[in-house]
Antibody, heavy 120, light 108 residues
Framework: QVQLQESGPGLVKPSGTLSLTCAVS?????????WSWVRQSPGKGLEWIGE???????IYTPSLNSRVTISLDKSKNHFSLSLSSVTAADTAVYYC?????????????WGQGTLVTVSS | EVVLTQSPATLSLSPGERATLSCRAS??????LAWYQQKPGQAPRLLIY???KRATGIPARFSGSGSGTDFSLTISSLEPEDFAVYFC??????????FGQGTKLEIK
């Protein structure tokens, strides 16, 4: 059974960088899946941030493209999210998720989510 | 960006009743639409993908239908554990993949 677990600071200062890691267990991050980050806030609902393939290819949502980086570490079987120049609008629960292998863009496994608050 | 609009915002029903939730897309998404269930404090759970295909382990009382811009999720006979928030999501036109704002299914 694949499991995903987010980790990282729960509090980030405005203009700082949000950094989260998603540890994958019960499966390999080098499998033929795209790995995504999704966030959820009361004001904006569920918002897809971006995805990465084991080859290192990435695709980001246009609205965050200038501030987001997703990377992957095969040796640690995890992938990471970096979001720069954060504001209060980036306060949300952040989820990592696995895209279905044969139906990219749907998410069959999710982490439990981690709340990140942007505040001074 | 494809905007998904769900209705109603809240649906009040009793266990054993039939529930029908709707999702309308701002442009055609063909059949590339999924449904998720989310309970408080939990991550979304994939129920249906490609409009009508049930994900692994999802009970047969959950079914999906539609195409183009109009879709629905039907729960044939509500169980107590079905009361939750439901989201639709499209993967037809991306980036980005987009989600609806959710329908809360509550006990009447």
């Amino acid at each position: 059974q694949v499991q995903l677990q987010e980790s990282g600071p729960g509090l980030v200062k405005p203009s700082g960088t949000l950094s989260l890691t998603c540890a994958v267990s019960g499966g390999s991050i080098t499998s033929s899946n795209w790995w995504s980050w999704v966030r959820q806030s009361p004001g904006k609902g569920l918002e897809w941030i971006g995805e990465i393939y084991p080859s290192g290819s990435t695709i980001y949502t246009p609205s965050l493209n200038s501030r987001v980086t997703i990377s992957l570490d095969k040796s640690k079987n995890h992938f990471s999210l970096s979001l720069s120049s954060v504001t209060a609008a980036d306060t949300a629960v952040y989820y990592c998720a696995r895209g279905i292998q044969f139906a990219r863009g749907y998410f069959d496994y999710w982490g439990q989510g981690t709340l990140v608050t942007v505040s001074s | 960006e494809v905007v998904l609009t769900q209705s109603p915002a809240t649906l009040s029903l009793s266990p054993g009743e039939r529930a029908t939730l709707s999702c309308r897309a701002s442009q055609s998404v063909s059949r590339f639409l999924a449904w998720y269930q989310q309970k408080p404090g939990q991550a979304p759970r994939l129920l249906i993908y490609d409009t009508s295909k049930r994900a692994t382990g999802i009970p047969a009382r959950f079914s999906g239908s539609g195409s183009g811009t109009d879709f629905s999720l039907t729960i044939s006979s509500l169980e107590p554990e079905d009361f939750a928030v439901y989201f639709c999501q499209q993967r037809s036109d991306w980036p980005p993949y987009t989600f609806g704002q959710g329908t809360k299914l509550e006990i009447k």
